[in-house]
């Protein structure tokens, strides 16, 4: 497989930007030092000030200061901390936690751990496009709420939620407001200086970065608990010997993002949805058509398992997947598309379709005539066809 | 700096071997899936045989089975997974739990965390070379006692404890024993398959690995919580996206290692330890002279600041740290020193030196000619000299 295999999967497969392998190498095989402050030898101080102008552009990227930028291991740990370690650091003011039924699975099982804990978590439902109302989330909250974690977009269906609205709504009642932004940080343009949000997760691997590395935003003043303890690194709020070489890879990825590429995914990415939904019959499209992630395409071919689907596409060489990452090992029906009203025969003929910097508008076509075929012989042989 | 340093520091600095980076490479630039099951496209499993492959070896050097070793982020991830998620998932059976006062800060600060959550932690002395006796053991564990964590070797001075003798006691007082081996993998052998240890934490940055990966040891049948939740990963102990270049990366750290080397470090060491004692006037071996790392040398030059030899010696090219990785930024007395019986000023005057891959005997001749003159000078206009 390899090179020649059409990734359409960017969150999960595809590659890291061979430039960003480049930036992380010195400080793998010339500058390993540990960072440290004034009190240490030079190279430490040296691998410091690399640590520090890696988050400082990160920083800018999100609008936010670089003080308000913390390394962790992934959108995970992110995730993690945020959820827990907001809930934890102010349960002197409230037990109450608002999220939504369809959060990926860092946020959701996080949650899942806190009411092991006794946090009373309340779960807003989704329209059938994965919107929240934010006025079910005004109407969710209550004198002890302290914290809501509603994602930016949608791992799966890609819808973008009205983050503005949203995190306005937390801003009036004074609530604590975590977004995960694994799938719009480098795709959608946002400042989180323009933002009431307190915390927000952001990941380098979906935007062609190493794996291992992650962030969250804290915004100044916003109280977390760290989960991570030892040393005293980032802030002191997560513990560890720093992984510089995927700090700075991580913030070589999201430089190398241009709002052209985004524009050139759109693209693809928006021929592929139209050419799908008329070129291949009984099909759905999961999640809206406009507010949604430039990447990302999600689509139900009805009467079809979307794992099939999946195996059939890559005997032809397409990597494309279903559910999210955390999920494509399970065979559970995805919760997301349960959430948006889908029965399980539309959550199991999912296929979701990601594109990333190293596709190529004729991969469109590729895909759109290998999906048409696959999709037909499928049927042709499915128990369910003619039912 | 860079390539003129000679580093004797390699577990905060020196660098990663390039023979690890074109092992990681391939899963940085070629095959990037996530590691998936048989429901999902080809890269996916065969992401996941690498990750399997990778997980085998180093199970294999530690001699125990592959489903026993988890990946983490790193050492503090592994020991917080370790003490939090062993204290929290047989917190019905007791809450006591036993430590040392000389551990590292993830396991240190992991206990103060669970203090916090109503645990009641035994802190064992050390005598004056580190050492916890195994009676001293035996006679703090009590009815409700859950866990003992005691570190396989000290991060400063290098302590090798009796592990067989106090993981032994752990077996027969049916408590769960986790060692902290962070600076034995590798260059001591042992064998988990043949000792009652139950958990143990390794990380690969200190073998001239990747930074940003570790490991832990469960062994089968030890009941843990995990502490990162999301997806299904690592049998369900640690949420996120495998970091498989950095898991190979691991392997072939642990690979590259030879029993040579550890001699050569050891003999290099060694003369270390004998010219400084000889050469040097007014000097402390800290940790005992025989049961210890081969790697490491912490050693006290008294009425001498360790910072400022530290600083003397970058400036000749020289890379030595003093306290531990976690420690270095802070001027703070070691906690170790001042646990093996040393006063503030035997604490403040001591310098870690920790030998790796690339030092060679020369090196030797030439930092004890730098420590000599160094600490000479900066005696010389010492205001405590002639006290």
């Excluded at 359409?8 to 590659?15: H, Q, V």
């Excluded at 959060?103 to 949650?111: A, Q």
């Excluded at 009431?196 to 380098?204: D, E, I, K, M």
């Amino acid at each position: 497989m390899g090179e020649d295999t059409v990734y359409l999967d960017n969150s999960t497969s595809t590659r890291m930007d061979e430039r960003v392998l480049e930036a992380m190498k010195p400080y793998f095989l010339e500058n390993y030092a540990v960072a440290t402050s004034e009190f240490a030898y030079s190279d430490g101080i040296k691998a410091k000030e690399a640590l520090d102008e890696a988050r400082k552009s990160l920083a800018s990227s999100l609008g936010c200061e670089a003080e308000e930028f913390i390394f962790t291991s992934g959108g995970t740990e992110s995730s993690n901390l945020a959820v827990k370690g907001a809930a934890r650091a102010n349960s002197d003011e409230g037990n109450h936690i608002v999220t939504t039924e369809v959060e990926d699975f860092p946020v959701l099982n996080s949650m899942e751990a806190l009411e092991k804990d006794g946090f009373d978590v309340t779960y807003l439902e989704v329209d059938d496009e994965g919107f929240v109302d934010p006025t079910d989330l005004e109407n969710s909250i209550k004198d002890d709420t302290i914290l809501v974690s509603i994602q930016h977009a949608n791992q799966e269906i890609g819808t973008l939620q009205n983050i503005e609205a949203l995190s306005e709504v937390c801003e009036e009642e004074d609530v604590i407001f975590h977004t995960d932004a694994t799938h719009t940080f480098g795709r959608v343009p946002f400042n989180l200086g323009d933002l009431p949000v307190n915390l927000a997760t952001v990941s380098a691997h979906t935007i062609h970065g190493p794996k291992g590395i992650g962030g969250l935003y804290v915004e100044e003043g916003t109280q977390i608990e760290k989960q991570m303890d030892g040393g005293f690194q980032e802030k002191g709020l997560r513990a560890g010997v720093e992984n510089i070489p995927g700090a700075v890879g991580f913030a070589k990825a999201a430089d190398l993002i241009t709002e052209e590429e985004n524009e050139e995914i759109k693209d693809m990415r928006d021929e592929l949805i139209d050419r799908l939904m008329s070129e291949v019959s009984d099909t759905t499209l999961n999640g809206p058509r406009e507010d949604r992630i430039p990447q990302n395409a999600n689509v139900t071919f009805h009467r079809v398992e979307g794992e099939s689907i999946t195996l059939h596409l890559d005997m032809r060489g397409f990597a494309v997947s279903t559910g999210s990452a955390c999920f494509s090992r399970s065979l559970e029906a995805s919760h997301v598309i349960t959430g948006i009203g889908g029965d399980h025969e539309r959550a199991h003929g999912s296929v979701r379709f990601t594109f990333g910097r190293f596709n190529e508008s004729e991969d469109v076509d590729l895909i759109v005539e290998a999906i048409s075929e696959v999709v037909n012989e499928l049927r042709d042989i499915s128990p369910l066809e003619g039912d």
